[in-house]
């Protein structure tokens, strides 16, 4: 088990340390995400979930009205903004002490959401690609960013799956970004690999085996595989029923130094940690 580093960020113009792993909770207030269960589109539906993430151990809130799944409906800037200011709002007034992140790939948005409702990270699924302003944008409101690796769109990311080395490859493409986003001001960084994102399932697992080779960008490292294609795939199985195959999932990237779980089931994943955590600290290993 590879041992835990600690990074430090700033959140609302304060250091956090990153002592232990965090688990974030997925909110998507979105008709359409690829996991069904995971959709809340009415005021009820939200502020359950809202304290669902909270009770259950969620250091932070993932929110987003923009589904990433492969053929999903495209939504413009003012619908995407209809939905996230809306959940916005709910967890202002629910939970306003709660760290938000909000999943976008737009510039604009990402600068309403932190100027309108004080969203503490930007998580942006395309890292850069997607908007050439993000970039700028990021550096100029001084918030955390989450840099995820994805090639082309949504649509067509499918088709952009060779690598000479997938991990090599990827890794490089997160340095080249890291380095145009601190060339702009940008300086919280949080690197994703973006499983599910323009590689096929073998690729994804070649990351898994290799998530040690990301802590070389010395910047703390998000997993977000729940429920997703690679865990459902091999087991002839649905997002429905890859709860079991998330978690142990979750459990290899923690042992191999994750800082962050991206999560739709918060209960589980905060267990995970937990154990995870025991494990290292009893040097059962």
Known sequence: MKAFTPYTIKLRGKSITISEPWVMGILNVTPDSFYGNSRCNCEEGIVKRIHQIIDEGARIIDIGGYSSRSGATEVTPEEEYRRLEQGLSLIRREAPDAIVSVDTFRADI????????GADIINDISGGNLDPAMF???????????????RGTPKNMATLTHYDCVTCDVVKELSMKITELEQCGASDIII?????????????YELMNNLDEFHNLEKPLLVGISR????YK???GTPESSLNGTTVLNTIALMQG????RVHDVKEAVEAVKIT????TQNLT
Not at 192 to 204: A, E
Not at 258 to 261: E, G, R, T, Y
Request: glycine content about 8%; some cysteine; overall charge positive.
């Open 228 to 231: 997703k294609s690679m865990i």
């Open 258 to 261: 994750a800082h962050i779980l």
């Open 110 to 117: 990402a600068r309403r959401c932190v100027n309108e409702w």
């Open 277 to 280: 955590q025991y494990t290292r």
């Open 234 to 236: 091999p087991l002839n």
């Open 136 to 150: 700028r944008t990021v550096g100029e409101l001084g918030t955390p960013y989450i840099l995820m690796h994805m």
């Open 192 to 204: 994703d690999p973006g499983f599910g994102f323009s590689k096929t399932v073998q690729q994804n």
